[in-house]
């Protein structure tokens, strides 16, 4: 019984491998030696589709992308995220609009990709439409995260600190916290997160810290928790 798995074994290694290099060569900004793997590959499966457009994207190359995409014979969601990602990080909202409009299936990714990529080509009124399309209890973190990034990237932090209290959920991920505060801002925040726990008083402050708007942030903290 082992001896006759064990080709199938020993393929699924393989093909994983193989999948694992596009990837890397990818990052490396090696795409000749991603398309070279991918078209020696005698057995492909999704994940092997999917790891070859955003080797296109991640390199610039998104006519082939979406060629490639188009081809591909079992799409799943990531199948569908990785492209709309593609369009979204290389700044094109239509064809990324186009795609998510077109999925069959769109898990809480797609809707905060979708979100993020309006958020990022300046349409804050079409992002927050999209988020006001799911209903409440339907809204993820990672979407409630989207939008209030989408907000408080555009420097519009009264809007982002409304959205944020109408959060039903508690507590939130650090999404962005100080990312490009100075090494004092960050030391501030992380002992004011201690001290007060993730809460989202002190989230929006990581927003605002991140932004260079320190002292809003401060404000926010101390007018809502001390």
């Known amino acids: 019984m ?3 798995f064990k080709p199938i074994t020993q393929m699924r290694t393989l093909v994983y491998n193989q ?3 596009i990837t890397q060569f990818a990052k490396s900004g090696k795409i000749d030696e991603s398309i070279r793997v991918f078209n020696n590959m005698k057995n492909r499966n999704t994940v092997t589709y ?13 006519s082939e992308a979406r060629r490639l995409f188009d081809i591909t014979p079992l799409k799943n969601s990531v199948s569908w995220n990785t492209m709309i990602a593609a369009y979204s990080h290389n700044g094109f909202a239509a064809e990324a609009a186009h795609l998510f409009e077109r999925m069959p299936e769109r898990d809480d990714f797609s809707w905060a990709l979708m979100i993020t990529c309006y958020a990022r080509s300046g349409d804050l009124e079409k992002a927050r439409r999209l988020f ?3 209903p409440i209890k339907g809204r993820s973190q990672v979407c409630w995260n ?3 990034t989408g907000y408080a990237k555009k420097r519009r932090f009264y809007e982002a600190e409304r959205l944020l209290y109408e959060m039903p959920e508690q ?5 962005i916290p100080c990312s ?5 801002m960050r030391r501030w925040l992380w002992v004011l997160l201690f001290l007060r726990g993730c809460r989202r008083g002190t989230w929006f402050l990581g927003i605002c810290c991140s932004m260079g708007s320190f002292g809003l942030g401060n404000w926010t903290l101390l007018g809502r928790f001390l």
Request: charged share 25%; aromatic share 2%.
């Open 171 to 175: 507590d939130m991920v650090l999404g």
């Open 19 to 21: 999948n694992l290099q």
């Open 50 to 62: 999917n790891s070859m457009i955003s080797a296109y994207s991640k390199n610039g190359r998104l």
């Open 146 to 148: 989207a939008m209030i």
């Open 180 to 184: 490009r505060g100075t090494p004092r």
């Open 2 to 4: 082992e001896a006759k």
């Open 132 to 134: 006001d399309r799911l």
